[in-house]
């Protein structure tokens, strides 16, 4: 093999601080302060015997106090579907700044403490994401707004309705929201403006869509956006947008990704999937063929790729790498029409209307997009919130209710809109937590977590999810839609509203009663059917009607067609012109992108998410420069290939400190990190981070606020900026990243076959390819069969009953994280905070290695996800000298925390590095406050002890314990899920399913998680489970991880086929 | 022979629909007691008005039994028809609704009512004698004997000793020999060594399993908020236990039940007219004044409707309770398991008080699961160990245990 796989730069070069890093994973010391005062310390035998008398006499005495008196308190009166100890499920949605997610809340005692898809979503299949899996810690968030308040007093609700209901009216009210595509509260909307004359609703979206609403109102004239089929695209061209991380909706955009990567052994076939961008993107990493470009040559490459197709506009592109990427996708995109699908990220107008031609001209209107259902989660225009900046200036705005929206945080200029802010008489803020906006507000009144409302959402026309609560509120606060409600003086109050209104759609009670029960309505011609004036279509109807000016009317449902648009091709020229004379590149470009954890800034109270390695990067807890290798070389001379300046930039996580000033909008300091694929021209920065105490102690002082770098054009917020100097500073400052630990290499196992990759020709040329390679390893043992029983000097056990396994998909793997969070959350995982991250003492269960190979300035990336391998001949098992670690009947390896006494020789000898050690007490496992803040151990980060608080600790697992300091943990396979599904099984007295028929009595957190299914799990015992089929069905793609060790895992994998034309280096010699 | 083979699974049908008829009335039969205790004796007596009317003579007051199946199905469809006892009755009880019963099949409710027939217009409190399985104590304690045994060898070991070392002295003697000064055995060493040998082994014997012990609690018997007797409810009144503890066939808590379980009865039920009743100390209970306490906690007046929102939960002193890093399942042992509640719990029928029985050690956990067998043939979820299967019909193991499916692993209970 001599394709070179590598997860930092010092194993690519193979540098002495890689081979250190390699030896021992547990390289620092021993965390005792050892001085002269210790060693000379004037203890004496006669009073270490003293001591020694009087610890056991004291302990002796202590322990024979009486047990403490424990009070047992059932209820007073048990309702009929609440048994102690058992969950319940309701289904419910998940909604955060217009996108949807339908969802199951797993509630045990009252208290949800897991989120999970709900499979009967026909847009996302029971898929999640990090966000949405981490979104059930905000409803714990001890930076939750408990209570109603004006100018910062508490007042009571009663009395907080009757100040505003006296303050409204005269002076026109607006309404300023994120997306709102609720058709209730859409509804209960125009019923409140309806009262008060004048008046108007704003949708305002931090994550801008303008581009792609104006374009296709030029194009299709529609405002809005149509469904993106992804798995009928046999080839897709992504122009800088990350559809799998952040891009619209990319739960659903992963698992119909997913549909098209999934490979048939008879016969293989698969999607392929170019992208071209500037900077290392999710999607950009999965993708089969990826080109760099700097930002400002977005436009140009959209209009070459339409200049190869359809010979309109002219191709202005010099790179020749690129101009052959281009013309080697357009020939791909032109021999597939009809199955083609191009999108794009970017937020300008010209260069949509330039994607919407291609997607013409691939005749994609009808096949790959459909515009007979629309997609509803964006719908802001810039332009429109800019007017009401203008209006509130002009003293036209009587009084601003904010909902969902944070433009004091998120508006390029901000300023512009606070100063504003300071000229309307009447500020009301519904935002649940003391965001940068509320905190400008006269009058608060937080809404309720979306696990504490009712309310529905059509994330898709004709498709509706429904939201119940799955807890009483927990504080003082009310649902927004009520004071609506209450302040346009309609009786209902929301709940009641919402019930009638569906009720009467959907005909009867029991007809609206189980569609709540099953979360969804899906079928708009129920919907519509019982709609006089056609209500499902009230999002895109409000868009549609939207004046440019910003001066939109009440919202007056119309019915719009939900026939396909007609592309009209008027404004092209208009827009290949524009584009031509568009700001020409500069030296320096900077892309704000947004990280697939924290987006907007939404997910940056969260420690789950911000622990989460960014999929690319693998950096926690920051936003940082990205830039590229040749730009290290450049501007900081740092050259890769050599070993020194290699170990002195990586070794160590203090990163130099960068300042970037963007011409005409201000400068930044913030630390940098290379990242291979970055375009040399260009670094990147995240959005989202830099808030205050104000939002809680988590996200306090992590990042720096990069909104006030982006410029609002007057048509559309610009997520790119040129004309950048990036200069070198003397400070340093730390990221913690996780891709320096956690690697393995020795004689017997390289890092190349932890992991297995190989392209789609590869494949179809020689399929035995892998399968050979394992025959030929386990030749010497007698074959494959017979090498688990020949291979070792142990005894052969018998597997009677279950055997769990587990397969991973590599090639439906895209990388986005949602198991690693949902791991954490089902199985109490702590938080360590970036200090310990620093120190190589993260917790993940389950972590998904990113290995770059090929080209150090446009490498190909595979994305590996690695939890403990349940090996049936561990070799961690077998140097416990305690017993601690050892093997189950069934398959799993399983740890005895009590046993553990953390001699950490598990882990040393742990060839997958899974295995992670408790160096705090992390969880308030200890009943000694103090070992918190132990200065052994050194002092815990806040997020550690805000993680420890006791609301936040309402969101823990009761079925498994939290693990004190000292012991070692690692994924158990969900051991608690497994039981329960026996239970399960035994109760109504069969046998267990494992994913026969997609019945399932046991699926773990990781992939009842993954939006694209590259997970399965189940007994291997049993021939029909889903775990057995696939392996069988895919036999020539499976392997296991360092097979040649004899470990014997229960994990195995399905290798990473990609679907490019020129052969890999990956060759096995002979 | 044609007509035989024709005739013969006729006859065969025939009989087996006669036995199934046969069976199935007799479990109808038996049903309806049960049927009865579940699902009506909530609200309902036989011979005496309680939430609803006493049900002795129904079949008389109503005009058919598809009436009453209707009323039991759903009552305010038959108010709503107009049907004037049925609507007599609602106004009767305060315009209160019978909980409706659409789960009970019309075989059901004919099973209900052939019990109220057959069942006794007194309530004698008859009282049952209660099975206390005589715990065959042949095999008892026999560690008395065997240390009796030892003692008494050892006396006779140290007497013979004693006795060796005269004869020695007196041969000696006789022989010339010179004899040491003879040693008193409190100062001969080898005495004192196996002296403090043994006081250091039982010392340390006792300190072990004191320290083994140490957070252990059979035997506790706290005193409650509410004297309540297990042996008056299901001993005496044989209340099944999952009346009150619902929880016990589906999840890990049996549940304490709460108080609108326990007015489920003691609505109706409001003295105690048993025998004496005697907790833990000797002192005697007055039963009734222990119901006064419940009407407390539920904030109910006797003769007045009871509104359950005004309850208060009654804490009561937790007795059997594992360590957090142990899990444990009811309805696992109970449900899939169909172990006995008095296997851990000991005789319940029998305590006033109650009191934890077992050690609840690992020690004790452990050698159950090794020596109880499991549902092998009755569980359809171990149908897919087919290599027990094998072996059962091999004669290689003729059961199986909670061992052999993985009942001693570790992560069983700690996870």
Redesign the interface.
Known sequence: MDKKYWQNFGQRNNTEASKKAAADEFREDLPFEVDDKLLKAPTQRRDFLKYLGFSTTAALIA?SCE?P??????????PEDI????ANYYATTYVQDGEAISIVAKVRDGRPIKIEGNTLSPVTKGGTSAKVQASILSLYDTARLRFPTIDGKEVTLAYIDQAISGALGGAPVVLLTSTINSPTTLEAINQFLGKFPGSRHVMYDADSYTGLLLANQASYGRKAIPSYAFDKAKVIVSIGADFLGTWLSPVEYASLYAVGRKIDEKNPAMSRHFQFESLLSLTGANADERYIHKPSETGAVAVALLNAITGQGASNINDAKLKAGIAKAAAELSANKGNALVVCGSNHPNIQQVVNAINNALSADGNTINWSSLNKSKAGVDADFAALINDMNAGRVGALLVYGANPAYTWSNAKAFTDALKKVKVTVSFNPKNDETTQLCKYVIPDHHFLESWGDAEPKSGFISLMQPTINPLFKTRQWQDSLLKWSGAAPDYHTFFQNYWTGKLGNEEAFDSALENGIINNSTAISAGASHGVNNAGSASVDTTAASGNRPIVTPTTTTNAGASYNNGSLNTALTAINNSAKSTAIELVFYKKVGIGCGEGSGNPWLHELPDPVSRATWDNYVMISPAMAKSLLDIDLNSDFQTDNYEVHPAKRVLKVTVNGKGSVLLPFLIIPGTHPNTIGIALGYGRTAKLGKVSENVGKDVYPLVSFNGTFVDYTALNVTVEKTNDEFDVAQLQTHSSYDTSMGLRTDVMKELTLNDFKKDPEEILDDREKEAKPYGGLPAYEKQGTIYPYY?K???HWGMNVDLNSCIGCGACVVACHLENNVPIVGKSEIKRFHDMHWLRIDRYFSGDLENPTVVFQPLMCQHCDNAPCENVCPVSAT?H???G?N??????CVGTKYCANNCPYKVRRFNWADYTGADSFPDNQNFSGVGKLDPAVHVMNDDLTRMVLNP???VRSRGVMEKC?FC??RC?DG??K????????KSGENNEWDVQTACQQACPTNAIVFG?A??NNSAVTQMRVNNKLRTFHSLEQLHTLPNVSYLAKVRNRDEEMEYRHEG | MLKLRRIAPIKIFTLLFLVGITFSKKSSAQDGHALFMANCASCHKVDQKLVGPALAGVESRWPSRDKIHAWVHNSSAVIKSGDPYAVSLFNEFNKTQMTPFPQLSDKDIDAILDYIKSAPTTTAATATTATGTATTEENGDKSLLFGILTLILAIVAFTLLQINANLKKMADDKEGVPAHEPIPFWRNKTYITFGTLIIFLIGGYFVTQGAIG??R?QKYE?KQPIFFSHKVHPGINQINCQYCH??VY????A???????CMNCHMAINEYKGEKLVDGDGNEVNGTAEIQKLYK?AGFEPGKPWD??K????????IH?LP??V?F?H??HV??GRVQCQTCHGEVTSYNEMFQFAPLSMGWCINCHRSTKVQFE???????????KEDIKNHKMDSVTVK???GT????C??
């Not at chain 1, 099984?985 to 267990?992: F, Y």
């Not at chain 2, 549940?255 to 379980?261: D, K, L, R």
């Not at chain 2, 309850?311 to 937790?318: D, G, H, M, Q, T």
Request: glycine share 6%.
């Open positions: 322990a047990v008196v424990r009070k047992s308190i059932p209820f007073a009166n048990k048994v102690p100890g058992v018998d009677p009953g279950i050892n189950s009947s069934e799993i399983q740890m005895a925390y009590n046993r079925d498994v314990v158990s051991v608690q039981q026996k239970l099984a035994k109760k109504e007295s069969r046998p267990l007994n015992n049993d | 140490l957070g609690q706290p619902v929880g589906q999840g890990k808590q549940t304490i039940p709460s108080v609108n379980i906690y359950a929102s309850a208060k939960p009654i804490a009561w002193v937790r309770d957090d890093f899990y399942n309805a696992q449900n899939a009755n569980n359809g979820f171990y149908s897919m160990y087919e290599k027990y052999d499916i993985g692993d570790c992560q069983k700690h996870y």
